[in-house]
């Protein structure tokens, strides 16, 4: 448990603080995409998507490497060289004199901040359980959420004044700032009776176990449906807004306000969540998800994009039934397996995420001149996710009368 030293609003505050970083590191660039992309060689606009998809590339596969370590020696020391190779990965970006190095720093970035990002989820794992933890991770997202509505339009101020480099170096003083902070308020949360030896073949006893936990994957494959769907509008809402719609001024603005919708829906989540439950909120936020983007497509599968009004308006009714979703799913997939939480956080986040990049690089493809391809992405995505979830039920269903 979380020392008493430290509150629980101080904890859910770093925990937060630690996740951020990454969505730092995505939404700030959202703003100067086409710049950066020109900066280093490209000028293609749906190319240039591939600084998004790929930075979740190496968001989804570091946590292979990270959750074992931490089952080992502990979070804390996995979080420290998260934060010195993502210096490493931001100074890589800056110098990129190619598109090419530009990704690969992107990609070394992703692979940094899955530390932070696994290991915070892992220590929530090792210190509640059930719909506590989904009450917790619900918070910490509301937390986290603060980053994605001011970021785009940080970066976007940074990069008037000192030019894109300036947002690479805003990200590596924010990661120092919580590193110091992480270090000197919060406990090390797995008991050293409780750690695993560091080998081979306890991460592949740990994939084997996992796979054997019916719920966990079963979220995990719903976790990265959904993810990949919304991938799709993290990738593509810069070339939406400023290309498509010819708002490029009021981006950050209208990237912020999307954000509040699935900031409020996780904020309500964290009250609901102990009265009704994890699942009866995802399956009511599933159907929800299906039905909004159903509606948009009979509305105008056969017109272009409606009137900027409209769209966002689906776009947060949409948002809104997502913030009931991330933090619920995750919890579900993690609660069976608190006994091996970093490695359970790593694997189960490294399917969600290898999901969710072709997922959003083939809905990507088509988003050049309509937003209707997005929402058949998401009435797709959300009907296998349904179909999942059914199975699930079922499942249950039959148990229950064993």
Not at 295 to 303: A, D, P, V
């Amino acid at each position: 448990m979380v020392k008493s030293s430290q509150s629980q609003l101080e904890f859910v505050a770093l925990m937060a603080a630690l996740m951020s970083i990454a969505a730092l590191a995505l939404d700030a660039l959202l703003p100067a995409l086409d710049v950066i992309g020109r900066a280093v060689g490209n000028n293609d606009p749906i190319r240039n998507q591939l600084l998004i998809t790929l930075f979740f590339l190496g968001l989804g596969s570091g946590p292979l490497l990270f959750g074992p370590i931490s089952d080992s020696i502990g979070r804390k020391p996995v979080v420290y060289w998260g934060f010195a190779l993502f210096i490493l990965a931001s100074y890589l970006c800056v110098a990129a004199q190619s598109f090419e190095m530009m990704v690969a720093g992107r990609i070394l970035q992703g692979v940094a901040l899955a530390a932070p990002r696994t290991i915070g989820i892992a220590m929530i794992r090792d210190c509640y359980d059930g719909d506590y933890m989904a009450r917790i991770i619900s918070f910490v997202t509301v937390v986290f959420i603060l980053v994605p509505i001011i970021a785009p339009a940080l970066g976007k101020a940074i990069f008037d004044v000192y030019g894109w480099e300036a947002i690479f170096h805003l990200q590596v003083i924010f990661a120092v700032l919580v590193s110091i902070w992480f270090w000197r308020r919060q406990p090390e949360t797995l008991e050293i009776r409780k750690r695993t030896t560091f080998r081979f073949g306890v991460f592949i006893h740990g994939y084997k176990e996992l796979l054997g936990y019916r719920q966990t994957m079963l979220f995990t494959l719903i976790w990265g449906f959904i993810t990949g769907s919304f991938l799709v509008y993290l990738s593509t809402a810069q070339q939406i807004f400023q290309e498509q719609y010819e708002l490029k001024e009021a981006f950050p603005y209208i990237f912020a306000a999307l954000a509040l919708t699935i900031g409020a829906a996780t904020l309500l989540n964290g009250t609901l969540v102990i009265r009704f439950g994890m699942l009866r909120i995802v399956t009511v936020a599933l159907v929800a998800f299906v039905l909004i983007s159903l509606l948009y497509i009979i509305l105008f599968s056969n017109s272009g994009n409606p009137s900027f009004p409209i769209a966002l308006s689906f776009f947060a009714l949409q948002f809104f039934a997502v913030g009931f979703l991330f933090g619920n799913l995750r919890a579900l997939a993690m609660e069976p397996v608190g006994h091996i939480a970093g490695i359970g956080a790593a694997i189960s986040g490294f399917i969600a995420t290898i999901m969710g990049v072709p997922i959003s690089a083939f809905i990507g493809s088509f988003i050049s001149q309509s937003v209707l391809p997005m929402f058949i992405g998401f009435l797709v995505c959300g009907l296998i996710s349904v179909a999942i979830l059914g199975y699930y039920h079922k499942g249950k269903g039959i148990q229950s009368r064993v």
